[in-house]
């Protein structure tokens, strides 16, 4: 997961809103067509990776990877339909986190604090999402990584990080997150094999049958991080890994590299 908390301090940032703002008539919110101002500055920070997932992201059209912007909080007409053209509330992801794991989902701690007519995103203050805004908070501080040895073969899980309590608003935020994206707990799953999936060429939303867990992608990235994790606390085999330098500034790509390379590495090596 990907830190973007450079977002709205970044010096193009405003430039960006004001140009977005001027394309369409923000009193009837048809700002549909214009989104995409606020994808390529997202995508510099992101290193042109879902900053949920991390998997590289595409321009090509009707992909799984494919680059969109997600409504943080949904502009369903049941939702927050006054928020549709609210820059604050754009976050990049891939067409898969965002089309087929979140589609409108966006739950609180108390359903009754939800403000639908808000107009701007400083009106839902009070509000407590249940899930993680990688623009406002640092992955660090939720999550930690899991390298796992199982049945599925090697993956690389998020799981809450340790030192946050289970009665904890953090706490419900974390599991939100990782069983929402399906993300881990691959080791222990019982989740549906159906999900509702908006077809992205018809914008319809319909029932498909998926995995419980996102193997593919948290293999791949099990096989890209595990020999620098096993490196990791033994000096000589991390300066022999860092001498490929090509390598090294390919990790540092990822959200990833954080976790494992803090001073107090926040990864684990597991077997099951």
């Known amino acids: 997961m990907i830190n973007m908390q450079e977002y709205f301090m970044h010096k193009d940032y405003s430039h960006i809103v004001e140009k977005f703002e001027k394309s369409f008539d923000t009193s009837k919110l048809n700002c549909d067509d214009y989104w995409f101002h606020?994808?390529?500055?997202?995508?510099?920070?992101?290193?042109?990776?879902?900053?949920?997932?991390?998997?590289?992201?595409?321009?090509?059209?009707?992909?799984?990877?494919?680059?969109?912007?997600?409504?943080?909080?949904?502009?369903?007409?049941?939702?927050?339909?006054?928020?549709?053209?609210?820059?604050?509330?754009?976050?990049?992801?891939?067409?898969?986190?965002?089309?087929?794991?979140?589609?409108?989902?966006?739950?609180?701690?108390d359903e009754s604090k939800r403000i639908k007519n808000a107009k701007v995103i400083s009106e839902t203050e009070e509000e407590k999402p249940l899930l993680f805004n990688p623009t406002e908070q640092?992955?660090?501080?939720?999550?930690?990584?899991?390298?796992?040895?199982?049945?599925?073969?090697?993956?690389?899980?998020?799981?809450?990080?340790?030192?946050?309590?289970?009665?904890?608003?953090?706490y419900k935020i974390c599991e939100s997150m990782i069983n929402m994206f399906n993300l881990g707990y691959c080791h222990n799953d019982n989740r549906s094999l159906e999900r509702k999936e908006r077809d992205l060429e018809t914008d319809r939303i319909k029932t498909v049958n998926v995995k419980e867990c996102r193997i593919g992608i948290l293999t791949k990235h099990y096989t890209t991080f595990i020999e620098l994790a096993n490196a990791r606390n033994d000096k000589e085999k991390l300066a022999i890994f860092f001498k490929d330098k090509t390598r090294v500034a390919e990790l540092k790509q990822y959200g990833f590299f954080q976790f494992i390379m803090k001073q107090n590495p926040q990864f684990s090596i597991e077997i099951f």
């Open 138 to 170: 640092n992955p660090l501080d939720f999550f930690e990584l899991a390298f796992r040895q199982t049945e599925l073969g090697g993956i690389l899980e998020l799981k809450r990080k340790a030192n946050i309590s289970k009665h904890s608003y953090e």
């Open 38 to 109: 606020f994808t390529k500055l997202q995508k510099s920070i992101s290193n042109n990776k879902c900053p949920i997932c991390e998997v590289e992201l595409t321009e090509l059209p009707n992909r799984t990877n494919t680059a969109t912007l997600d409504h943080f909080r949904p502009k369903a007409d049941d939702m927050y339909p006054l928020l549709k053209c609210e820059p604050e509330n754009y976050i990049l992801m891939c067409s898969l986190c965002n089309s087929t794991y979140k589609q409108d989902d966006f739950p609180l701690l």
